[in-house]
């Protein structure tokens, strides 16, 4: 079965552009979720949608949103692009809202 | 405060030889979850093993296994005789609930640098 996957797997943007990143869970998983994980840290919650809602949300500026489809593919849009953006982007799915979450190969963002 | 501890920026091993990573939590929520996860230079992050704090036996999954001291809130990950893939970063984690929504989020460690040495 297929896992988790992400698109695209680098991207290069300048400030001030808005990015969009793409996340398709794992086959049955209806829950999503989005970090973000900076050189040297460990990942950091920004987003979680299951069944297409909006079920939890951690400390990023409104320039970060997100959307979740119905076949449960997930968005994760990112306006006005600042240099401190430049990250590691990780898409997790589990089974609910409440199961071990297993993560993508991630989008590593550069902004120039 | 610092949710999830890991005192090991990086660590040493020779092949085949077991290997202790640490990590301490801080939670006044009696029910929580505890993670361990891998990530080679790729990135992926690698689902290793899952310790509930109810459970009354310490979670192994083959090589793996995690000493879990809840008076100590400590989850420690062993690895057993080492192997060269398993160089990498291993990132603690626990499960809590976000603030918003109802839902659980992951918060991680800063993580471990593991070398296995030939």
Not at chain 1, 62 to 72: E, G, K, L, T, V
Not at chain 1, 84 to 95: I, Q
Not at chain 2, 57 to 73: H, V, W
């Given at each position: 079965?297929?896992?988790?996957?992400?698109?695209?797997?680098?991207?290069?943007?300048?400030?001030?552009?808005?990015?969009?990143?793409?996340?398709?869970?794992?086959?049955?998983?209806?829950?999503?979720?989005?970090?973000?994980?900076?050189?040297?840290?460990?990942?950091?919650?920004?987003?979680?949608?299951?069944?297409?809602?909006?079920?939890?949300?951690?400390?990023?500026?409104?320039?970060?949103?997100?959307?979740?489809?119905?076949?449960?593919?997930s968005e994760?849009?990112?306006?006005?692009?600042?240099?401190?953006?430049?990250?590691?982007?990780?898409?997790?799915?589990?089974?609910?809202?409440?199961?071990?979450?297993?993560?993508?190969?991630?989008?590593r963002l550069s902004i120039l | 405060a610092q949710k999830i501890t890991q005192t090991q920026p990086g660590m040493f091993v020779q092949e085949k030889e077991a290997v202790t990573l640490d990590c301490t939590y801080d939670t006044s929520d009696p029910s929580y979850g505890l993670f361990w996860y891998k990530q080679p230079s790729s990135g992926e992050m690698i689902f290793l093993i899952y310790q509930g704090s109810y459970d009354q036996q310490n979670a192994t999954e083959g090589r793996y296994s995690l000493n879990f001291q809840k008076a100590r809130k400590s989850a420690n990950l062993v690895i057993s005789a080492s192997q060269l893939g398993d160089s990498a970063m291993y990132f603690c984690a626990m499960r809590e609930r976000a603030t918003q929504g109802g839902s659980e989020k992951l918060v991680f460690g800063k993580g471990t640098k593991l070398t296995v040495n030939p």
């Amino acid at each position: 079965d297929a896992g988790v996957t992400q698109s695209p797997t680098h991207l290069i943007k300048t400030r001030g552009q808005h990015v969009t990143l793409r996340c398709s869970p794992i086959s049955g998983h209806k829950s999503v979720s989005w970090y973000q994980q900076v050189l040297g840290q460990g990942p950091q919650f920004i987003f979680q949608y299951y069944e297409k809602e909006e079920r939890g949300r951690g400390n990023f500026p409104d320039r970060f949103s997100a959307r979740q489809f119905p076949n449960y593919s997930s968005e994760l849009n990112v306006n006005a692009l600042l240099l401190g953006d430049s990250a590691l982007y990780l898409c997790a799915s589990s089974a609910t809202a409440f199961q071990p979450q297993h993560f993508g190969d991630g989008t590593r963002l550069s902004i120039l | 405060a610092q949710k999830i501890t890991q005192t090991q920026p990086g660590m040493f091993v020779q092949e085949k030889e077991a290997v202790t990573l640490d990590c301490t939590y801080d939670t006044s929520d009696p029910s929580y979850g505890l993670f361990w996860y891998k990530q080679p230079s790729s990135g992926e992050m690698i689902f290793l093993i899952y310790q509930g704090s109810y459970d009354q036996q310490n979670a192994t999954e083959g090589r793996y296994s995690l000493n879990f001291q809840k008076a100590r809130k400590s989850a420690n990950l062993v690895i057993s005789a080492s192997q060269l893939g398993d160089s990498a970063m291993y990132f603690c984690a626990m499960r809590e609930r976000a603030t918003q929504g109802g839902s659980e989020k992951l918060v991680f460690g800063k993580g471990t640098k593991l070398t296995v040495n030939p």
